[in-house]
């Protein structure tokens, strides 16, 4: 049966910010006294977990939260320069058209995504965003309650290994996008329940074969 809900992660998913956060990263690590990376980590970082990555850079989990403030300002500050991965626009449009509900949940700030997000905002229907000490799992919960979906009608999409984590942990599939910040081979030795090698393969989550 076709998903009802789809609730998209945005950096790495609907938004093309990897190289806005390449390019910030070692400013905020010089700032906040954690290691920086060069040219040639970067591949081998994409392959980890972002709890693997911290630990790589020496990044104490107490400081996410003042590092993600910290990134979240210097990208409204830059958000101009970001835009959404092609054909995300258009694949909001028909999935909207097609009756899917559209969910944005994120740990950037809402006047990012929907600056970013541009008319698209229009599309969708609920947004979990910011920096939150429950984290993604309960704002996965807030728009299940909130859209009236039961879980198993609903997909989380994204491009870590943590949003995977925490749509197990809600009840709902996973599907992967192969455009993100960590690699679809990382991904996909995780189990996902779908997997999208290129943007209009989300159209499959109208099917009636999905789930």
């Known amino acids: 049966m076709p998903y009802r809900l789809a609730l998209f992660d945005f950096d790495g998913t609907l938004a093309d910010s990897f190289p806005f956060f390449a390019a910030t990263f070692n400013g905020l690590a010089a700032r906040h006294g954690f290691r920086t990376v060069g040219d040639d980590d ?4 994409r392959g980890m977990a972002p709890r693997e990555i911290m630990a ?4 104490p989990a107490w400081k ?3 590092v993600a403030k910290d990134f979240m300002a210097a990208m409204r500050a830059g958000r101009a320069s970001i835009r959404l991965f092609d054909g995300i626009a258009e694949v909001l449009a028909e999935l909207d058209r097609r009756g899917v509900l559209i969910a944005v949940v994120s740990s950037n700030a809402r006047d990012n995504v929907e600056a970013v997000l541009g008319p698209s905002a229009a599309r969708v229907r609920h947004f979990e965003c910011g ?6 799992t309960a704002r996965i919960g807030k728009v299940l309650h909130a859209s009236g979906v039961a879980a198993h009608e609903a997909i989380s999409i994204g491009d870590q ?10 009840g709902v599939a996973f599907g992967a996008v192969a455009w993100g910040y960590a690699t679809i081979a990382s991904l ?3 189990g996902p329940d ?6 209009d393969d989300l159209l499959h989550i109208a099917d009636d074969t999905a789930g």
């Open 64 to 66: 996410l939260p003042i």
């Open 188 to 190: 996909a030795a995780r």
């Open 42 to 45: 970067v591949a081998r970082l």
């Open 131 to 136: 920096m939150s000490m429950f984290g993604k």
């Open 161 to 170: 290994a943590s949003d995977l984590e925490c749509s197990r942990r809600a």
């Open 56 to 59: 790589h850079v020496g990044m």
């Open 194 to 199: 779908m997997t999208f090698m290129q943007v």
